[in-house]
């Protein structure tokens, strides 16, 4: 593929988006015009995951197309350098200019992975030594170490409107960086832009013109099941449980309705890019690829957040949009091929026709041998779980509790009822198993007894102590002194 024949390549990112929140999949409440569009124009993957549902391991992941065992991290380690080989560098060493907006997570902060250059939008971590460039941009516009007055905290559910004036909102920074991004290419050379879009992530900090937009609409409460009545929850359901016990049904709406808010806010502004690709006359060699680094159980079940292996959670959207001219991939297909976000790499380079690096155990959306499982994996400690998937069955394994459960996804999407006492299935159960513990490496193998799951005694999960307010944030001006020098070094 010649220099003038390669396609530009948009990767969207969002952060904590489940699979299941598009109108393109049903959703009662959810509106997302711009993503419904794409679904029919492209490749919606309805069987997406998120191999570790966490963000640094996932984002590892989508830049490196490794597993996590592969590249290292499963337990959210942000101190952990990004490997070498990335979805970026691949890029540019094959001649494409390369450009990051948004949020990276990775460390040192300003670490480009192998982008040409970034724009960093990381959720205000100044207190750890870096004034990211959309703190900057709201100081240059008069607002300085203003981002977080709102008094929303950045993994909690306590929700209001956005403070500043609508333009200064962080989904409007991160598409306008985008376009000018856009705007200023090499036009002799080929693109690789990865927008990386904060929300819907908490703080939940929607423009009230959003929340008025879902003031008529009935709002879908969470789903429930029938574990509680079939056996003693795990510890890290358990735990994960006191989280959400102070909302009420009012409570919950609220706090889907600010979530939703934020989604169509982002749909919305990626119009914009779409517009600007258009109006530049590149949308016709664009090739799209929409995702989220995993998604947030909003409730269901009565879990909140992420890091487990249920829908809500680690399902995510995966839209791919071809260009026009490549229709043997398809228009307007709903595929329900297992495929995650190690796949994400191998996919978009090799659409590109450029080879993958051997550090990537991914493999194209369009491999002629389609993946027959999925595994998962998160944590090494009370709160580790493990999840294998076929095609039909799911099983999620919880060594603390030694709880292992079943789920049929083919009559029981919303993962309701657990199977794995039902006799019926007692050999999914046993073949899922097996491959579960095929998959087990350091740690894990102490989960096991003459190679049987054996796990963990279970725990009893206390009350949840909340003393940083989930990662509340301060007033960022005056910006924090950071220095090694020990003449201005302050004590605990």
């Known amino acids: 593929m010649s220099g003038t024949d390669r396609p530009n390549i948009l990767l969207v990112t969002v952060d904590q988006w489940p699979g299941h929140l598009l109108g393109a999949a049903g959703h ?34 989508l830049m490196t197309g490794a597993s996590p065992r592969r590249h290292g991290d499963r337990v959210y380690d942000d101190q952990l350098a990004m490997p070498a080989d990335t979805l970026a560098s691949s890029f540019s060493a094959a001649g494409y200019q390369t450009q990051g907006i948004g949020k990276l997570h990775v460390f040192p902060q300003r670490d480009r992975i192998g982008f040409d ?31 977080f007055d709102h008094g929303m905290s950045t993994d909690g559910y306590v929700h209001r409107p ?30 690789f832009w990865y927008l990386s879009y904060r929300h819907p992530h908490p703080p939940l900090v929607p423009l009230q013109a959003y ?22 929850l795990p510890y890290a359901v358990a735990s994960k449980r006191k989280r959400g016990e102070k909302y009420s049904a009012l409570q919950i709406a609220a706090i889907r309705r600010a979530f939703y808010a ?17 109006e530049e006359r590149l949308l016709d060699n664009t090739i799209i690829l929409f995702t989220s680094d995993h998604g947030d159980m909003l409730g269901d ?47 978009l380079l090799s659409l590109a026709g450029l080879p993958v690096p051997d550090t990537a155990d991914g493999q194209s959306f369009f491999d002629d041998t389609p993946r027959r499982t999925v595994y998962g994996e998160f944590g090494t400690d009370d709160g580790a779980t493990r999840m294998v998937r076929d095609q039909r069955f799911k099983l999620v394994y919880y060594p603390v509790g030694n709880v292992r459960q079943l789920f049929d996804l083919e ?48 725990k009893q999960a206390g009350p949840r102590r909340n003393r940083d307010l989930s990662s509340q944030r301060g007033h960022h001006w005056p910006p924090q002194l950071h220095s090694d020098m020990p003449q201005i070094l302050t004590s605990a």
């Open 411 to 458: 009559n029981d999407p919303q993962e309701s009822c657990d199977l794995a006492t039902a006799p019926e299935h007692a050999e999914s159960l046993a073949r899922l198993t097996d491959l579960l513990i095929a998959e087990f490496y350091s740690s894990d193998l102490e989960w096991l007894t003459n190679g049987e799951l054996t796990g963990l005694p279970n």
């Open 262 to 278: 934020l989604c169509t806010h982002i749909d919305h502004q990626f119009r914009l890019v779409i517009g600007t690709l258009r």
């Open 211 to 232: 929340l008025d937009m879902y003031r008529d609409i009935e709002i879908d409460m969470p789903l429930t099941d029938n574990w509680a009545q079939v056996q003693d």
């Open 117 to 147: 250059d970034v724009q960093l939008e990381e959720e205000g971590r100044a207190q750890y030594g870096v004034m990211d460039d959309y703190e900057i941009w709201l100081g240059d516009k008069g607002y300085p170490g203003q981002q």
């Open 301 to 347: 079940h009565g879990l909140w957040a992420k890091s487990l292996f249920y829908r809500g959670s680690t399902s995510i959207p995966m839209i791919l949009v071809a260009r026009p001219c490549d229709t043997t991939l398809g228009t307007g297909v709903e595929s329900d091929r297992l495929v995650t976000l190690a796949d994400v790499m191998p996919t």
């Open 162 to 191: 956005w403070h500043l004036p609508e333009e200064l909102h962080v989904t409007n920074w991160a598409t306008q960086q985008m376009i000018r991004q856009i705007k200023r290419r090499d036009p002799k050379r080929p693109a």
């Open 28 to 61: 009662p409440a959810i509106q997302t015009p711009t993503l419904d569009e794409l679904c029919r124009i492209g490749i919606r993957f309805i069987n997406a995951h998120s191999e570790c549902p966490i963000c640094v391991p996932a984002r590892r992941t």
